[in-house]
């Protein structure tokens, strides 16, 4: 075997050792699926030594990633941690629950079935999962809460049913447990019309539920937006916070000062070979880059200015006149300070605005 595979060979193996999903695992996770869902369709028939020969190469797969996993985790120590994890069961469900219902004498239509079961490892990839638990464990109090109120209200609504209209409808209304079948269609507003209330008061009763259907749903949906809301702003917070503290005049600030800075600035994204200021222009603004490159076209040079720096602030001290192009090399990032906000953050951070004034004063010698 020549070195060049070899070093493939161990480098696919070191990423299947990973936590996270790799683009073979994607793959066989398509793959298998799409096969299983082919095996179910009569039509496929013809083909279906095909569709198990692809389902057998899923599974293989699996197996050989939940045992590279097992030896890696065994190797640094953390094989019990792995397999009470989450991804340590999703894993050996994946690798293991075909060949048990295989073994178990299962019909092997019936028991590739259970390669459904693969999706759930693409799971923890999905953008925002993370932030769909935190919002669920935030609000798990109101959610709840409105789940008690739905319970309480389908199984009123079912027992007031069920002595309204046990008498004309037997069939349909003769128990509880048969009216809760009502009771959970008509309060999720599904209303599949197989089962009806006839009499008046029932027919009342039929829309109250309805109403507190509408209620009930419109409670979830509004905590779980809230919640969703919140966190995008936590998060906004966050990254805005790590990149005012990488600036060197906001590093030396104490938290609180960081705080404050950090609700006044706004960051703007952009990327390489874009005009950010241009000459004449009215300034109401002044930048600092937290992350990439920007070219400062001056009179008979150009200047880049990196990481840290910040221009625009010439603008926000008596000259509101731009008075260069200034033009981003690469993809930046940059925090945007208002003027307006500007003069509330000079007022609260006297050194601060001595620091600014000082490098704005320098600045201008240097561009004559």
């Given at each position: 075997?020549?070195?060049?595979?070899?070093?493939?060979?161990?480098?696919?193996?070191?990423?299947?050792?990973?936590?996270?999903?790799?683009?073979?695992?994607?793959?066989?996770?398509?793959?298998?699926?799409?096969?299983?869902?082919?095996?179910?369709?009569?039509?496929?028939?013809?083909?279906?030594?095909?569709?198990?020969?692809?389902?057998?190469?899923?599974?293989?797969?699996?197996?050989?990633?939940?045992?590279?996993?097992?030896?890696?985790?065994?190797?640094?120590?953390?094989?019990?941690?792995?397999?009470?994890?989450?991804?340590?069961?999703?894993?050996?469900?994946?690798?293991?629950?075909?060949?048990?219902?295989?073994?178990?004498?299962?019909?092997?239509?019936?028991?590739?079935?259970?390669?459904?079961?693969?999706?759930?490892?693409?799971?923890?990839?999905?953008?925002?999962?993370?932030?769909?638990?935190?919002?669920?464990?935030?609000?798990?109090?109101?959610?709840?809460?409105?789940?008690?109120?739905?319970?309480?209200?389908?199984?009123?609504?079912?027992?007031?049913?069920?002595?309204?209209?046990?008498?004309?409808?037997?069939?349909?209304?003769?128990?509880v447990p048969a009216a809760l079948w009502w009771a959970v269609v008509t309060l999720t507003t599904t209303g599949y019309g197989d089962v009806v209330p006839v009499t008046p008061l029932g027919r009342i009763v039929a829309a109250l539920v309805m109403i507190s259907g509408l209620g009930v749903f419109g409670l979830?949906?509004?905590?779980?937006?809230?919640?969703?809301?919140?966190?995008?702003?936590?998060?906004?917070?966050?990254?805005?916070?790590?990149?005012?503290?990488?600036?060197?005049?906001?590093?030396?600030?104490?938290?609180?000062?960081?705080?404050?800075?950090?609700?006044?600035?706004?960051?703007?994204?952009?990327?390489?070979?874009?005009?950010?200021?241009?000459?004449?222009?009215?300034?109401?603004?002044?930048?600092?880059?937290?992350?990439?490159?920007?070219?400062?076209?001056?009179?008979?040079?150009?200047?880049?200015?990196?990481?840290?720096?910040?221009?625009?602030?010439?603008?926000?001290?008596?000259?509101?006149?731009?008075?260069?192009?200034?033009?981003?090399?690469?993809?930046?990032?940059?925090?945007?300070?208002?003027?307006?906000?500007?003069?509330?953050?000079?007022?609260?951070?006297?050194?601060?605005?001595?620091?600014?004034?000082?490098?704005?004063?320098?600045?201008?010698?240097?561009?004559?």
């Amino acid at each position: 075997m020549s070195k060049p595979l070899i070093s493939a060979l161990a480098q696919f193996v070191a990423a299947t050792a990973g936590r996270n999903m790799t683009k073979a695992a994607y793959a066989a996770v398509g793959v298998g699926v799409l096969s299983m869902v082919l095996l179910t369709d009569n039509r496929a028939n013809e083909a279906s030594s095909w569709v198990h020969g692809l389902l057998w190469a899923c599974l293989v797969y699996f197996v050989f990633e939940w045992l590279v996993r097992l030896r890696h985790m065994a190797r640094t120590g953390r094989l019990a941690l792995y397999m009470s994890s989450s991804a340590g069961i999703v894993d050996a469900v994946g690798a293991l629950a075909v060949p048990v219902a295989l073994v178990l004498g299962v019909a092997p239509k019936t028991a590739w079935l259970l390669s459904v079961l693969w999706v759930l490892k693409v799971v923890p990839g999905i953008p925002g999962l993370r932030q769909l638990r935190r919002v669920l464990v935030l609000e798990s109090g109101p959610l709840l809460s409105v789940l008690v109120i739905f319970l309480m209200v389908v199984f009123l609504a079912s027992v007031a049913e069920y002595f309204l209209e046990r008498d004309v409808q037997p069939q349909t209304f003769g128990s509880v447990p048969a009216a809760l079948w009502w009771a959970v269609v008509t309060l999720t507003t599904t209303g599949y019309g197989d089962v009806v209330p006839v009499t008046p008061l029932g027919r009342i009763v039929a829309a109250l539920v309805m109403i507190s259907g509408l209620g009930v749903f419109g409670l979830w949906t509004g905590i779980l937006a809230t919640g969703f809301a919140a966190e995008t702003r936590r998060d906004n917070f966050l990254k805005t916070w790590e990149s005012v503290s990488k600036v060197p005049f906001f590093a030396a600030l104490g938290p609180a000062a960081i705080a404050d800075v950090t609700h006044m600035l706004r960051t703007m994204e952009l990327p390489a070979r874009t005009m950010i200021i241009r000459k004449g222009a009215q300034g109401d603004c002044m930048y600092f880059i937290a992350a990439g490159e920007v070219e400062v076209d001056l009179p008979g040079k150009k200047v880049q200015l990196g990481e840290g720096a910040f221009f625009g602030e010439m603008a926000l001290l008596g000259n509101n006149m731009r008075g260069a192009n200034v033009s981003t090399t690469k993809v930046s990032r940059l925090l945007v300070l208002d003027l307006v906000d500007f003069r509330v953050l000079m007022a609260r951070h006297p050194d601060l605005a001595e620091t600014i004034d000082a490098e704005a004063k320098r600045r201008a010698l240097e561009n004559k």
